[in-house]
């Protein structure tokens, strides 16, 4: 089963990562992402897990939190002793979003640094999940982990955020 419109993708895809680390993405991840070589957000989101944004959300995410950290630094939030918290926060927010493009016939070169927090080799499987507001690309021994962690609550998430 897969949805897609202009700002939810739902679905679950099964894709080979090639030997020059590029998988083919689902024409339903293209069309959500606008183009077969649209501009896109890849970013590292959880242990063998990447996501892949629209710019435009995942700026509005980035700014969000941007103008919040830089409130709480200017109203003197941090006491001086929080200073190696904020820094840590720059540099994990420094390292872990690239802006990229999309390859002909919507192919996602995922870079070094990227493959190596994904934890996959050329010509293994990958997972391609609609989460919503982005696109998720996981290991798939990852995803098995991750779904059944939280399968066991999905209705009581399901009625908070559903109503």
């Known amino acids: 089963m897969s949805t897609v ?3 939810v993708i739902i679905g679950e895809f099964r894709r080979v990562l090639d030997e ?3 998988v083919a993405l689902p024409p339903e991840v293209v069309q959500f992402l606008g183009s077969d070589t649209a501009h896109a957000v890849l970013a590292k989101e959880r242990d063998g897990c990447l996501s892949l944004w629209k710019p435009e959300a995942w700026n509005q995410h980035f700014d969000k939190f941007m103008k919040n950290l830089t409130h709480r630094v200017r109203e003197n939030f941090f006491e001086s002793r929080r200073i190696p918290e904020v820094q840590r926060v720059a540099r994990l927010i420094s390292t872990r979003a690239k802006p990229i ?3 002909q016939r919507g192919r996602l070169l995922i870079p070094e640094g990227f493959r190596e927090f994904l934890a996959v080799q050329p010509n293994t499987e990958l997972m391609v ?3 919503g507001v982005c696109v998720e690309i996981w290991r798939p021994a990852a995803w098995l982990d991750y779904l059944k962690s939280d399968l066991e609550s999905f209705n009581t998430i399901f ?5």
């Open 5 to 7: 419109d202009d700002d």
């Open 20 to 22: 020059r680390h590029r």
């Open 101 to 103: 493009q999309l390859g």
């Open 129 to 131: 999940i609609g989460a």
């Open 159 to 163: 009625r908070e955020v559903a109503g």
